[in-house]
């Protein structure tokens, strides 16, 4: 008798959850996100330049320069220092620190570089169209790596290593310049994507996600979350920040966007290894960080359990990150300029 | 006619160089250079620990917290920040800068990681017997990494991924102390051999050195560097410096040795990558260093032209790097110890 009332209601709860996920998955994708694609030639080409193609040459030597700390004016800060591969691409700070301990003057907190080549818009203003772009800023910001271009350019030219392979990546007459320097930073970059879980789910793995995330999920597009992060990034667009209320700590530094007054929404992929939160890198815990949205963007309240809730589905969106094997660095030769500390 | 002279010609230069090589190995040997043994089991004999055995599991828990920030006040310094397994196992600059941008208050140079399991002592002036006692240090110190030993304690254990791999390693009962964690690094550090062409010449490959590498090789012993610079590091053990004259930078710092006045021989592995050179990291130049040595220590000119021929024997010193996958950090939780910056 126990026995016949039991198998009857698992079945209808597996069919149950077997339809809804196909439901769910339709509701995502109509609610505009969207999954990595599982089909390698596809992702390329959404991430590859016809133009200036992604090759095994390029992405090792831009993984070099991403971890090359002589790229900053003191040879102490890479573009790993703030983009550490091996914390979901950031620094775990509130706010950036660079040459000289010298902290971002706007208060800004380094967003991670996995995903980041799905972004609209690169920085939290939105003012660089992409990574080639965005590439060239840090190293040259006096609060960041603080190297002029043409010393990041006399440095690679210096090194013979560094020539030998820009010739291999790019052919024998290949001008090293500062912008193509960036330009094969971006190139690594672009390689940095991190499936997880939530893509195999939306690509058609509906067992992928467990139904707490699932749940989480659906609470998740419910209360408007996918309005802003949406599309690849789950993030990476420009949209308006705190319109439905102040944020709480809109007083922690001065950066008000960009002229509309609009910000660049972060990725929530790997969101759970991103922390600080908020462009001031403010707020700590991602619980806070989900309910403050619900209140600044959304006018909502949203309570300590449905936050809970969405939280176990954002930890779905931790992804595999791609294997990295640390470089050797190329040898600088007698005529490298040295590092300056001023 | 012609003929008949260039082959035994060749034929007798071919005997003599086999001969000499032989020979010089010999002298090397005699002269105190030791080869990295190319048997794995005889290099563990040499660097590990019964008591505490190198295993898989703590080699790849020392290499994350070799690579983690978080083991710093700020969260921004790492290990690897002043021994950057990428550059030679050092920072590349005079004089190590630690927390809030602070240099060094000896104005003492990172020294490289790399073999440094081989030397006698640790630390300029040799206060550290070994590894894991020496990797205590720089986690606390103020102008490094300024951690103090009960931070660093408690980030670990609030990181339960951390906690679960320091029970892997050790056993369910372990107790994650702060010289637990400087135990675990140590062990990461043992493994960073770097096995070069030297030694494949000095355990039977006579060919691994060509002629002018042979020819630096036996000048560098005629000089009386290996009086110095041999053992396994070609250096790791504590010399009077200084003694025939004065050295040229000696009022760059206020490092003066030990309280006999001696300083740890610098490993002269991996010698070009881990420039400038000296305790204090005044001299930028190979051969410069080279002839000071010649001036300071054996109270000899060494010319132009035998510093390069020796430099070809020191190039030969660069050795094969394991390889080493960037790590993926854990999480941390909400009880983890934030960082600061003051």
């Known amino acids: 008798m126990y026995k016949s009332k ?23 994708k109509d609610n505009g996100m969207q999954a990595i694609p599982a089909d390698k030639v596809a992702l390329m080409k959404l991430i590859d330049d016809p133009k200036d193609p992604i090759t095994d040459a390029k992405v090792e030597l831009g993984k070099k320069l991403f971890f090359d700390p002589r790229l900053s004016r003191s040879g102490l800060i890479s573009c790993n220092t703030c983009h550490n591969l091996a914390m979901g691409g950031d620094d775990g700070i509130p706010a950036a620190i660079g040459h000289k301990w010298t902290a971002n003057p706007h208060h800004l907190n380094s967003p991670t570089v996995y995903n980041s080549v799905f972004f609209s818009a690169q920085f939290w203003d939105g003012r660089s169209p992409h990574l080639a772009d965005q590439a060239q800023g840090p190293m040259q910001a006096p609060p960041e790596m603080a190297a002029p271009a043409n010393l990041v350019k006399e440095r690679i030219v210096s090194i013979p290593e560094y020539v030998s392979e820009f010739k291999t990546a790019y052919g024998s007459d290949v001008n090293i310049t500062f912008p193509k320097i960036a330009d094969t930073i971006a190139t690594f970059e ?3 994507v991190t499936p997880s879980k939530f893509d195999d789910f939306l690509n058609g793995d509906i067992n992928a996600l467990n139904d707490t995330e699932k749940k989480g999920l659906n609470i998740f597009i419910d209360k408007g979350c ?12 420009m949209q308006p920040f705190g319109l439905a209320a102040k944020y709480k700590f809109s007083e922690v530094g001065d950066f008000k966007g960009d002229d509309k007054g609009m910000v660049k929404t972060p990725t929530l992929r790997n969101i759970t290894e991103t922390g600080p939160y908020f462009h001031n890198g403010a707020v700590w815990s991602l619980t806070d960080a989900i309910k403050e949205m619900g209140s600044i963007q959304l006018g909502i309240k949203i309570t300590d359990s449905e936050a809970e809730e969405m939280k176990i589905f954002l930890k779905a969106l931790k992804g595999r990150k791609p294997a990295i094997s640390y470089p050797q660095l190329p040898e600088e030769s007698d005529t490298t300029p040295k590092p300056t500390f001023d």
């Open 190 to 192: 672009k390689t940095l």
């Open 226 to 237: 996918a309005s802003c992060h949406n599309g690849i990034a789950l993030g990476g667009t």
């Open 6 to 28: 039991i198998i009857p209601l698992t079945f209808v709860l597996a069919c149950s959850s077997s339809f809804a996920s196909t439901d769910l998955v339709k509701k995502a």
